[in-house]
């Protein structure tokens, strides 16, 4: 079956910019996680969902990053007024169940870049 | 707090050395620990985790929880498992922020 997709693949911004991630997880996937991960770095968390509802966003580094999952499924990672060190690899994966031992599945990345 | 301190950014060997990338962690409680490898132009991928304790492509890994050490390690290294390594933490019980090393570069050398 299809696994996890993110869009676009890429993104340029120019500084102060909206912009929105999207990502569909596997279906049926419960929970649903979002990385940043920088050059050099790895994967930091950002947020997680299980189902539609946001259950840890201790991660996020600033009020212009919000993230959504209305449906308990596909979600969408924006981040207003982009700045240069929002330049990143944002990764989206996504999990059957809830718990510390579950198979993280990930998808490809967006690759952020904030001119 | 957790963490994850992967102390080799790049790790080179030859064909059928033995291969251990090292991951130490600081964590208070009882730790769930993971491999995760991405190989060139993929995706990032689990690769084994502690409590499965597993063989995945001939790499396993054995917790100690007195070094605070959950290190890879392979006896033979094939061309095939250049790739970058991270290893990742997750606490069991309550919050489980899982947190990730900086990762490993593996290359293995014909």
């Known amino acids: 079956g299809a696994g996890v997709s993110q869009s676009p693949r890429y993104k340029v911004a120019k500084r102060g910019q909206d912009v929105a991630l999207r990502c569909d997880p596997i279906?049926?996937?419960?929970?649903l996680f979002w990385y940043q991960q920088a050059l050099g770095q790895g994967p930091e968390f950002l947020t997680y969902?299980?189902?539609?509802?946001?259950?840890?966003k201790s991660g996020l580094p600033s009020d212009r990053f919000f993230a959504e999952r209305p449906e308990g499924s596909v979600s969408t990672l924006k981040i207003q007024r982009t700045q240069q060190e929002d330049s990143a690899v944002y990764l989206c994966?996504?999990?059957?169940?809830?718990?510390?031992?579950?198979?993280?599945?990930f998808g490809p990345g967006t690759r952020l870049t904030v001119l | 707090a957790q963490r994850v301190t992967q102390p080799e950014k790049l790790l080179s060997v030859f064909k059928g050395a033995p291969v251990e990338l090292k991951c130490n962690y600081s964590y208070s409680g009882s730790p769930e620990l993971f491999w995760y490898v991405q190989y060139s132009r993929q995706r990032l991928q689990l690769l084994l985790r502690h409590i499965s304790r597993e063989s995945i492509k001939g790499f396993t890994a054995d917790l100690n929880k007195g070094e605070t050490s959950f290190h890879l390690k392979k006896p033979f290294a094939q061309e095939e498992d250049s790739a970058m390594y991270y290893c990742?933490?997750?606490?069991?019980?309550?919050?489980?922020?899982?947190?990730f090393g900086r990762g490993t570069s593996l290359i293995v050398h014909p």
């Open positions: 279906s049926g996937h419960v929970s």
């Open positions: 994966a996504s999990s059957f169940l809830r718990g510390p031992t579950d198979t993280q599945y």
């Open positions: 969902f299980q189902n539609e509802a946001q259950l840890d």
């Open positions: 990742a933490l997750s606490a069991s019980g309550g919050s489980y922020i899982p947190t």
